[in-house]
């Protein structure tokens, strides 16, 4: 009999659905669905917007809006806390009522079921940023998740935030930015489509969105690969800040993970990454691979070729493991000792 189950990765911008069935065969998968934070939404909005997608998951692989779901496997941005986890779960069985079971995380625990089912990290760096570790025995240890007033260093907000503020700072002879301030001043302008510093309190106040002002981290991007030395400075700051937070957690690591395939796998996830090349200078330097007290021993940096979705569906079937081709799931893009790596 073929079981279904359905997994939803939800970020502070957008959302990915999949539904998969019991072989781990993607039957359909939806991308650049709304966001599903549930504290920039609200719980019952949240609710409106899951149900939502999992009704057009079901439709594009061509079942009805009532099929049995095995599993609903939700790992969201925002949802940190077992207590409202468990509130929302509740809220949503109501409306959801084909699935067996609704199972609710954070958006850090969909990337890894994805790509290990040993424990690892993963660390996320988008519109905001995350950091966590599950060892082999179900042990946790986390650092960031807080949000852009509380955290997310190393995010496309954190990157943004500090290109404007360098500006600012140094516009206003408070403090010199490290490089020239020329190109990432363009790049404000064309991103909020203003002309003067005065322009951004808008932005930044009355008509602030969190998503749409990481977004300019796109353009220090362009500037980044065009040479801008300003830009190259942010994503090397933010290489280093990333760094950090897997040295946060390092200390918990159980030793066993250091000793499969890939050493310890660490699952990135976000479009920061996609600008590693920039990043890698800073990351190197806190982690200390260029000498000979290297703060993680043996690593690999993994991105997934599939949708993080489809973790969040693996993550919904406990007692029942998707069947996993490891080698088309996951692609190593760096890893420590460098001799394991094709990337340097």
């Given at each position: 009999?073929v079981?279904?189950?359905?997994g939803?990765?939800?970020g502070?911008?957008?959302?990915?659905v999949v539904?998969?069935?019991n072989?781990?065969?993607?039957?359909?998968e939806l991308l650049d669905?709304p966001?599903?934070?549930?504290?920039?939404l609200?719980?019952?909005?949240?609710?409106t917007?899951?149900?939502?997608?999992?009704?057009?998951?079901l439709?594009?692989?061509?079942?009805?809006?009532?099929?049995?779901?095995?599993?609903?496997?939700?790992?969201?941005s925002?949802?940190e806390?077992?207590?409202?986890?468990?509130?929302?779960?509740q809220?949503l069985?109501?409306?959801?009522?084909?699935?067996?079971?609704i199972?609710?995380?954070?958006?850090?625990?969909?990337p890894?079921?994805?790509a290990?089912?040993a424990?690892?990290?993963?660390?996320?760096?988008?519109?905001?940023?995350n950091?966590?570790?599950?060892?082999?025995d179900?042990?946790?240890?986390?650092?960031?998740?807080?949000?852009?007033?509380?955290?997310?260093?190393?995010?496309?907000?954190?990157?943004?935030?500090?290109?404007?503020?360098?500006?600012?700072?140094?516009?206003?002879n408070l403090?010199p930015?490290?490089?020239d301030t020329?190109?990432?001043w363009?790049?404000?302008?064309?991103h909020?489509?203003?002309?003067?510093?005065?322009?951004l309190?808008?932005?930044?106040?009355?008509k602030?969105?969190?998503?749409?002002?990481?977004?300019?981290?796109?353009?220090?991007?362009?500037g980044?690969?065009?040479?801008?030395?300003l830009?190259?400075?942010?994503?090397?700051?933010?290489?280093?800040?990333?760094?950090?937070?897997?040295?946060?957690?390092?200390?918990?690591i159980d030793?066993?993970?250091?000793?499969?395939?890939?050493g310890?796998?660490?699952?990135?996830?976000?479009?920061v990454w996609?600008?590693w090349?920039?990043?890698?200078?800073?990351?190197?330097?806190?982690?200390?691979l260029d000498t000979?007290t290297?703060?993680?021993?043996?690593?690999?940096?993994?991105?997934l070729?599939?949708?993080?979705?489809?973790g969040?569906?693996?993550?919904?079937?406990?007692?029942?493991n998707?069947?996993?081709?490891?080698?088309?799931i996951?692609?190593v893009f760096?890893?420590?000792?460098?001799?394991n790596?094709?990337s340097?």
């Open positions: 009999m079981k279904y189950f359905v939803i990765e939800g502070a911008t957008h959302s990915t539904i998969v069935d072989e781990g065969n993607i039957l359909a669905q966001s599903s934070n549930l504290w920039a609200g719980m019952e909005k949240c609710c917007i899951l149900q939502e997608m999992t009704t057009d998951v439709k594009k692989a061509g079942l009805p809006p009532d099929e049995k779901l095995a599993g609903l496997g939700l790992c969201l925002g949802c806390d077992e207590q409202s986890n468990e509130k929302l779960r809220m069985s109501k409306v959801i009522t084909n699935a067996e079971s199972t609710i995380a954070s958006d850090t625990k969909g890894l079921a994805a290990s089912d424990g690892g990290i993963v660390i996320i760096s988008g519109t905001g940023s950091c966590l570790l599950i060892n082999p179900g042990t946790e240890a986390r650092c960031g998740g807080w949000g852009y007033l509380l955290g997310d260093e190393g995010s496309a907000w954190w990157i943004a935030n500090k290109a404007i503020k360098f500006y600012m700072d140094n516009e206003d403090i930015a490290p490089h020329s190109y990432v363009g790049a404000i302008k064309k909020f489509n203003i002309e003067t510093r005065s322009s309190l808008e932005h930044s106040y009355e602030f969105d969190k998503s749409f002002y990481a977004e300019l981290t796109k353009k220090l991007s362009e980044a690969k065009s040479g801008d030395a830009c190259q400075h942010l994503f090397e700051m933010a290489g280093e800040v990333l760094a950090r937070h897997l040295i946060a957690v390092s200390s918990k030793k066993a993970l250091y000793e499969g395939r890939f310890l796998p660490i699952v990135c996830v976000g479009s996609k600008s090349e920039y990043m890698k200078p800073g990351f190197i330097r806190m982690l200390k000979d290297p703060k993680l021993p043996k690593f690999s940096l993994l991105t070729t599939v949708a993080s979705a489809f969040a569906a693996c993550f919904s079937c406990k007692e029942f998707l069947p996993r081709k490891y080698e088309e996951v692609q760096y890893s420590f000792p460098s001799e790596s094709n340097d």
